[in-house]
């Protein structure tokens, strides 16, 4: 591993080309949550071969031409972009996931006692994250929105504040996702799993990669430029 890829953090290396997520999704790498931890540290910690990743990361390649959904430096249109890329999906997507982990777990179940704990927290997940996104929506996103426009008291005191409870919510939601990852087997269908069933395991990986590049854009982008705007700093 070079010096230069070590020390950076996961969160940054995902920032700067966003197809690394999904390498880090796979080795189970948590850049999002824990996404200020350097990529020798977080190997180290995974008992993962640093030549290895490395070696993923760039063959996943680093696009030079491809503009970014969101300007990294402008927290307005990262903003924007999580309204419209995660919080759409995952209001459209959970409460369908619910029901079909019901139905799957109604025809399969007896067989694989397992489906039990996926309906559990499914329901969990989406009573998780539909209030935090509220939260989001109603008070910290146009708390920045202001921040951004000049502003810098507010009732709940600084941007520090409703960063550190949402920061804690992610980690939450984060543990409920590598409680799904782990009970699935990884989101391995079994041999007679039917059509309803593959689709349940495939769309909630989908949320799950979702979801953690949701959480890496708040966290180790958005956030940090809400505090520097808080502090005055451009």
Known sequence: MTDTLAARSLGALVAESPARAG??????????CHGDRSLAEATEAAGLDPDAVVAALAAVGRPATT???????????????ILSRHHG?????????????????????????????????????????????????????????????????????????????????????????????????GYAVPADGCASYESLYRRLEHVEEDTHLHIHKENNVLFPLAVALQAGRP
């Open 67 to 81: 503009a970014p959904a969101a300007p990294a430096g402008d927290p307005l249109a990262l903003i924007e972009d």
């Open 89 to 185: 999906f995952l209001r459209d997507e959970l409460p369908d996931l619910v029901g079909l982990a019901a139905k799957v777990e109604a025809v399969h179940g007896s067989r694989h006692p397992e489906l039990a704990a996926v309906h559990r927290l499914v329901a969990a997940l989406r009573a998780d994250l539909e209030p935090h996104m509220t939260k989001e929506e109603r008070v910290l996103f146009p708390a920045v929105r202001l921040l951004a426009g000049g502003r810098r008291q507010f009732g709940f005191g600084t941007i520090e504040n409703p960063i550190a409870m949402m920061r804690s919510e992610h980690e939450q939601a984060g543990e409920l996702l590598a409680r799904l990852r782990e009970v699935t087997g």
């Open 23 to 32: 390498v880090f999704d796979r080795l189970g790498l948590d850049y999002c």
